[in-house]
């Protein structure tokens, strides 16, 4: 298996863009998770589902962003308008019934 | 306030010592542990899990311990190699197989030659 696949690896925008990041899960992992990392915070949960629902959202900062899960083997995460604060890595996790999560390579995130 | 906690930002150990990573947590409501580890530029790698019903449990190099009425679990790894040298991260999961988890900021392993 190709692992937990994240799409752009970098992504440099300008502040008021809209950017939106990629996920494959692992087939067959009926779980996916969106963290964000950054040097002040650590690893920071911002979102998950279970069997494409969205389970627990509390973790998304502002309005500003939003996740979705059309299908299975799909997720997106989106920042509309992007600001500067928003800088950090995103990682992509999903999981089997048995919880431990696989994570993606993650996205880097630059908004000047 | 932080849930789970890795008081020590960073580590150096000589290669062939033993390695040992502590963490803290504050929810007794946990009800299981993973070790992760990260290289820089990559994603974080499962490591080791345990059990809150388990004390120990071993993978190769690798033991995680668990005292529960201390709220405390520390991985060990022995012998260390400069392979191990990465960002280690505790994470603990309460209720549910598949429950959000939350993780501690990170220890960075440096694991001289």
């Known amino acids: 298996d190709a692992g937990v696949i994240q799409s752009p690896r970098h992504e440099v925008t300008e502040m008021g863009q809209e950017v939106t990041l990629r996920c494959k899960p692992i087939?067959?992992?009926?779980?996916l998770f969106w963290y964000r990392q950054t040097m002040m915070r650590g690893l920071e949960l911002l979102i998950y589902f279970n069997n494409n629902v969205p389970i627990d959202d509390s973790g998304m900062p502002e309005d500003r962003f939003s996740a979705k899960m059309p299908n299975a083997s799909f997720s997106t995460l989106k920042i509309q308008p992007s600001e500067p604060r928003d800088s950090a890595v995103y990682f992509c996790?999903?999981?089997?019934?048995?919880?431990?999560?696989?994570f993606g390579p993650g996205t880097r995130l630059t908004v000047l | 306030d932080q849930q789970v906690k890795q008081n020590s930002p960073s580590l150096s150990v000589q290669e062939g010592r033993i390695s040992i990573l502590n963490c803290d947590y504050t929810n007794s409501m946990f009800d299981y542990f993973l070790w992760y580890k990260k290289y820089p530029a990559e994603g974080p790698t499962f490591l080791i899990s345990i059990s809150s019903i388990k004390d120990k449990n071993e993978d190769g190099r690798f033991t995680v311990f668990l005292n529960k009425s201390a709220k405390h679990l520390s991985l060990h790894i022995v012998p260390s190699q400069p392979g191990d040298s990465a960002v280690y991260f505790c994470a603990a999961r309460g209720g549910g197989s598949q429950g959000n988890l939350i993780f501690g900021k990170g220890t960075k392993l440096s694991v001289k030659p």
């Open positions: 996790a999903s999981s089997p019934w048995t919880g431990e999560q696989f």
């Open positions: 087939s067959g992992h009926n779980s």
